[in-house]
């Protein structure tokens, strides 16, 4: 049995349709599990509760955890070590290995011009510090021999389908497909990786089941050479047939925009992100198993085609 904990998700998702190379024996963890795949076994659960989370991983192989907790340090800082140190628990008495989804949010702020597995941790947000505390849990009982589990990193992700959890999508796709102005955080000169979903859904698959994989840190499969803020617009809108319309939020504006809209006093926190190049480095993974990222110019027809192509109103007058 492989599981994966926070199956809702768009990683979630993409994990399991990838999963089906290995096994037909996959059990789906959230509060209200749905099916991606026939034989798919859902299993609704709060998985904060020990006791839920027992079940949910009993009998597995190998644990995958995706999960999202809204987007807010407080319930950050309340769940994310308790639920690791309750997951740690349970899958070393299970004798399951467990496979972590991460993001960067741990790295020092001053090396993310080409980030790899070795970037220093030095978290520059409460967030990052969360993130890197979680991290370390894992990191230890790999290095005390006592957990078989590796971690999967990955860079902001776009990809088709997603909701409420691309910022790519948030300020760019959604808004020029309306007709609308996009928006773009921090410097519009920078460039900015991200890891096309369906690439870190099969990536992290593959990782699971390759049994040498284990006791390391993996950065999943991101295009190289990213396109800077305003190449992003740009892209996007001539694959929309829009003109390239957006503007800049600087930190001080999204701060005043915190003070109505709750998401954006936490966004504020990450512009540290957006205002110099964020160059994420995926070549040991590329290296290992022979594989090429999707590119940016694919990765954007994909979700075009997908999200947009249908839903494009004809009043948009074109580029």
């Known amino acids: 049995m492989q599981t994966i904990i926070g199956s809702g998700g768009v990683i979630g998702i993409e994990l399991a349709k990838a999963l089906k190379k290995y ?15 026939d034989t798919d076994q859902l299993f609704p659960a709060d998985v904060t509760q020990k006791d839920e989370l027992e079940k949910a991983v009993k009998n597995s192989e190998v644990v995958y955890v995706t999960v999202g907790f809204p987007y807010s340090y407080k319930v950050w800082n309340e769940k994310w070590p308790r639920f690791i140190k309750d997951l740690i628990s349970v899958c070393k008495a299970e004798n399951c290995k467990l496979v972590f989804f991460d993001n960067i949010y741990m790295y020092d702020k001053d090396h993310l011009n080409g980030m790899t597995e070795e970037t220093p941790i030095n978290p520059p947000s409460k967030k990052g510090q969360i993130r890197a505390k979680i991290a370390q849990m894992i990191t230890d009982e790999i290095e ?33 497909s309306k007709g609308k102005t996009a928006n773009w955080l921090g410097k519009d000169s920078c460039k900015h990786s991200f890891t096309y979903t369906i690439d870190a859904g099969w990536a992290t698959a593959l990782l699971g089941n390759t049994d040498s994989a284990y006791g390391q840190i993996w950065h999943l499969p991101t295009a190289s050479d990213p396109l800077t803020g305003k190449q992003w617009v740009e892209k996007i809108a001539r694959g929309l047939n829009v003109k390239p319309k957006y503007q800049v939020l600087p930190k001080f504006l999204i701060r005043i925009i915190g003070l109505f809209v709750p998401i954006m006093r936490e966004i504020v926190k990450m512009v540290y992100q957006y205002d110099r ?4 480095d995926s070549g040991k993974f590329e290296k290992e198993f022979s594989f090429e990222p999707t590119s940016y110019a694919k990765g954007i027809d994909s979700i075009i085609e997908a999200d947009y192509k249908k839903l494009l109103p004809d009043n948009i007058e074109p580029q």
Do not use: Q
């Open 23 to 37: 096994t037909t024996d996959i059990r789906l963890v959230s509060r209200r599990p749905e099916r991606v795949n």
């Open 144 to 176: 005390a021999g006592k957990l078989k589990a590796l971690i999967a990193r990955s860079a902001d992700f776009y990809g088709p389908s997603i909701k409420n959890n691309s910022i790519l999508t948030e300020i760019v796709f959604n808004p020029l």
């Open 277 to 280: 190049d964020y160059v994420f």
